[in-house]
């Protein structure tokens, strides 16, 4: 390997100096990192009696949790701390000091984040890097046999008190608090929140309904709209309004039975899976679905065969679909990164539904239920795209776009340090291997639009 200079001061002078060539600026600054190889190991550091979860992105703090799950600990890096002049360094030991843990890290503060009752959520942490805001999770213990009331997706587990806390990780200052009672939310590893530039989506599996939140720089947790039971901020009104006109009204009696199942099937904007109505999200996933089959025919008599095999036949199985993690088959290594529901940009949403029989109760024979893909759009309400789980057309998107299924951030400019299987060869050789193994198994293939 060539390398340009071993002394470090000349290589920061000619990165100062030198432009690099065009389309090469990434690639050039990775070079730099030659210089800095790690080459010595410090064993039996004494370190605090934490559970040490990771470094922000950007690398500015180490986040760690109190053994109780009760208190946030938050350090900063001390950074290089010690040095060599000699030409062989490794014959010289490192002072004692150097197996402390503060010799390496200073700690910021210590706070306390979760009530008598609840415990810190170990596995969930999201970054915000331009503002330094950090996003924690506090919980109460799962109730697994919660009865199906107000609209509950049966089977699905109910927690009673889910907090996500804001704070500003600079100096620890709480600045925001978002409270789900009585609810669902898979915190495991991020799984049930995504966050995109100052977008957050909050995926309630319980109810079924997606929540979009806004940061603003002051700090603050916006609501801006929940997709579920309803897609746009007026639906809720409408279909109220709607209903007490035909209550005022005697001039058809035959409706008021109707009347009265619309107004009792209103709960604080939750979906009610056994109700006479469809929830809006997945009235726009079958009208896509349909207008896709229709399409695909002109002649009157084959279109209403192909509707009958592939939609009608089929229809219940598209009901009973709901939003949960449940892929793990030919395209496997694509959702190993994805969550339930997150951002491909600030319009579009990409949704992963499961069938009910392998949402809930999620086994090791979950490959056998059915699972899509939906690309959703925020602002005019509609199904852009849907994909059954092994289907080639979208493992083809993501190999060839692999950045924009996980990018958190169109700022985030470390994601272009990052190797993929996008702009690697040899990660892109490993999926391939991955997805023919895959392949030669059995698989059960449908059609996607």
Request: net charge negative.
């Amino acid at each position: 390997m060539y390398y340009r200079s071993s002394n470090i001061a000349a290589r920061i002078f000619d990165r100062q100096i030198s432009t690099p060539a065009p389309g090469t600026s990434v690639h050039h600054a990775r070079r730099f990192y030659e210089n800095l190889v790690p080459s010595y190991t410090v064993y039996e550091v004494e370190c605090p009696d934490h559970s040490f979860r990771k470094f922000t992105d950007d690398g500015q703090y180490l986040i760690s949790f109190s053994r109780n799950h009760q208190e946030l600990i938050v350090y900063r890096p001390r950074w290089l701390s010690f040095s060599c002049n000699d030409d062989d360094c490794d014959k010289h030991d490192l002072p004692s000091k150097a197996r402390r843990f503060d010799s390496f890290f200073t700690q910021l503060y210590c706070v306390s984040l979760a009530s008598c009752n609840e415990l810190i959520c170990k596995d969930f942490f999201l970054y915000m890097d331009s503002n330094q805001f950090g996003l924690f999770a506090t919980s109460t213990a799962q109730i697994h046999d919660a009865p199906a009331v107000g609209g509950a997706v049966q089977g699905v587990p109910s927690i009673e008190k889910i907090t996500f806390h804001l704070l500003r990780l600079e100096d620890g200052e709480i600045l925001d608090r978002k409270v789900f009672s009585n609810d669902f939310v898979n915190l495991t590893h991020n799984m049930g929140v995504f966050l995109y530039d100052d977008l957050l989506a909050i995926v309630s599996l319980r109810y079924q309904t997606i929540h979009i939140l806004q940061i603003r720089d002051s700090g603050n947790l916006v609501h801006v709209r929940a997709i579920g039971e309803f897609c746009r901020e007026d639906d809720e009104l409408f279909l109220n309004s709607n209903a007490q006109d035909i209550s005022s009204s005697d001039k058809n009696k035959q409706h008021q039975s109707t009347e009265n199942h619309v107004e009792n099937q209103m709960h604080q904007g939750q979906p009610h899976m056994g109700n006479s109505f469809l929830s809006g999200i997945k009235q726009r996933l079958l009208s896509f679905i349909f207008q896709g089959l229709w399409n695909e025919e002109s002649d009157d008599t084959l279109r209403m065969q192909r509707l009958r095999m592939k939609f009608y036949f089929h229809f219940q199985d598209y009901v009973d679909l709901i939003i949960w993690k449940t892929m793990r088959n030919v395209t496997s290594c694509i959702y190993s990164i994805l969550g339930q529901v997150q951002f491909l940009d600030r319009h579009h949403l990409l949704i992963k539904f499961g069938s009910v029989d392998g949402g809930p109760q999620v086994s090791r024979n979950a490959d056998h239920h059915p699972a899509f893909v939906a690309v959703y759009n925020m602002d005019t309400t509609e199904i852009v795209s849907f994909y059954q789980n092994s289907a080639d057309e979208l493992y083809l998107l993501f190999e060839k776009f692999c950045d924009h299924f996980h990018v958190t951030s169109r700022n985030s400019m470390y994601m272009n340090f990052v190797s993929s299987h996008s702009n690697n060869i040899h990660a892109l050789e490993q999926l391939r291997s991955i997805k023919d193994k895959a392949s030669n198994s059995s698989q059960v293939k449908c059609c996607c639009w």
